[in-house]
């Protein structure tokens, strides 16, 4: 399910964009937004972290966002590459990396930042 995005700079930034409320993601799933750098997976972990990334994969541009979630990696749907959802960086023995981005909650509000310095 794609979040509806609010195209209004928040947090006094023209960088971070309101994604959807936390309350809308279980417990080890994701949620895709559509923004203009394109589609954004974000994921609630076990223990309620919430984390964004490119939605994805480099290798066979699997949707990362239909990956299974483990404690803080995603794996690929497609052919089992695992994301570290903290770094983006695909755990070894793959090489490879997907965008992962800020993120802030402002009460039941998930804010991803998109500016070009915003992503690791």
């Known amino acids: 399910m794609n979040f509806e995005v609010s195209t209004e700079p928040a947090h006094g930034s023209q960088d971070w964009f309101?994604?959807?409320?936390l309350s809308d993601i279980s417990v080890q799933g994701a949620?895709?937004?559509l923004l203009p750098q394109g589609r954004v997976a974000i994921f609630r972990t076990q223990s309620g972290e919430i984390f964004?990334?490119?939605d994805e994969c480099p290798h066979r541009q699997g949707p990362l966002s239909e990956g299974l979630v483990h404690e803080y990696?995603?794996?690929c749907p497609l052919h089992g590459w695992r994301f570290d959802l903290r770094t983006g960086e695909a755990a070894f023995p793959d090489k490879a990396c997907v965008k992962s981005y800020e993120v802030r909650i402002d009460g039941d509000f998930i804010f991803v930042a998109l500016g070009p310095?915003?992503?690791k």
């Open 18 to 21: 309101r994604v959807g409320r």
């Open 31 to 33: 949620r895709v937004a």
């Open 52 to 54: 964004a990334i490119e």
């Open 73 to 75: 990696s995603v794996t």
């Open 117 to 119: 310095n915003r992503f």
